[in-house]
């Protein structure tokens, strides 16, 4: 049996998307700035994609910039409210202890051109507080950043609160929601979100296109340039088959949230109640606020790669963490914000199911966890030292 289970990495793309690119591969394929027939065409599907993908979020179709994926939309969201509260001699940023690198990465830029970032600490169960937010914010800060759902342990802000908290502030508001998009409901009107960045690879869409919300009268910064597209925030030719199947996969997503969160939610209550019944292993991020796919763990006495690897043997695809940092040895950042000891970060494990998970396949991942659990304990002097009483556990 192969079970797919790294959904928070990346997901196979839906018939719908498929069929809808397939077209703009083929026949329609004109350049949508040109002027002729063709280029028409083009033009007047990226209008219509535009448009449904607004309609997704509430919002309007003039206030979505397509991107390159979720990395380049957070970095235009960032550095274009850098650059306004620059302007207004406001340079500094709040953000989270656990965002993505994208995220993380622009910010420690920003800084060494001299703004100041404070991280906010998201507690053992990964959530921060609107009050943390509203404690934080000082009359030179310039934006808020929190991602609406962790990548790793899927926990979800309270968005709409801490965005009420921006808006009453007057300090701008972006949100990471690569995560949640196609899996969550979401408006941003009604949860006070200014700019919010998104990837069609996470709901069932094709790989490198995602897209940038940016509520009217905030200015946005260029980050390529070269031409017009885009009304002219973001330079290059429009990839109009990936953003048609970005376009039918987010709505179809959206469509079902509800019903697929269901199915999915029970699933994943299963598969945490059987790896939980595992001695000496905790379970990551909040046990109910947490995205309806997202399965995170820890276990006492492993390392996460040898666990991966041996999962892999069984058919099992995991990861033990971000897929953007899976190449690195260093103890993932997410689990070492919430209190995670380095060795214990070390021994993770990320499950992310989705609506065509099957229940055979929840009770496969259990019983092969275990295992590859128990295997590599029974091989470790590390475990033989905590089991014997010369070293103490740290998971009771």
Sequence with gaps: ???????????????????????YLDEIYGNPSSLHSAGQRANEALTDARRRIAGCLNCDAEEIIFTSGGSEADNQAIVSAARIGERQGKKHIITTAFEHHAVLHTLDRLEREGFEVTLLDVHENGLVTPQQVSDA???????????????EIGTIQPIKEIGAVCREKNVLFHTDAVQAVGHLNIDVIEQNIDMLSLSAHKFHGPKGIGALYVKKGIRVTNLVEGGMQERGRRAGTENIPAIMGMAAAMENACANIDRNAAVVIRLRDKLIEGLSKIPHS?????????LPGNVSFCFEGIEGESLLLLLDDKGVYASSGSACTSGSLDPSHVLLAIGRPHEIAHGSLRLTICEE???EEIDYMIRAV???????????????????????????
Excluded at 282 to 290: F, K, T
Excluded at 384 to 389: E, K, N, P, T, Y
Aim: proline letters at 4%; one cysteine or more; glycine letters at 6%.
């Design 1 to 23: 049996m192969n079970i797919y289970a790294d959904n928070a990495a990346t997901t196979k793309m839906c018939r719908a998307a498929i069929d809808a690119m397939l077209p």
């Design 137 to 151: 914010i000082r009359p030179d800060t310039c934006l808020v950043t929190v991602m609406y759902a962790n990548n």
């Design 282 to 290: 905790v379970l990551n991020g909040d046990a109910s606020c947490r």
């Design 357 to 359: 998970t099957t229940e």
């Design 370 to 396: 275990k295992d590859v659990v128990g295997y590599l304990r029974g091989i470790s002097p590390v475990w033989r030292d905590l089991v014997s009483g010369k070293a103490e556990f740290v998971i009771e």
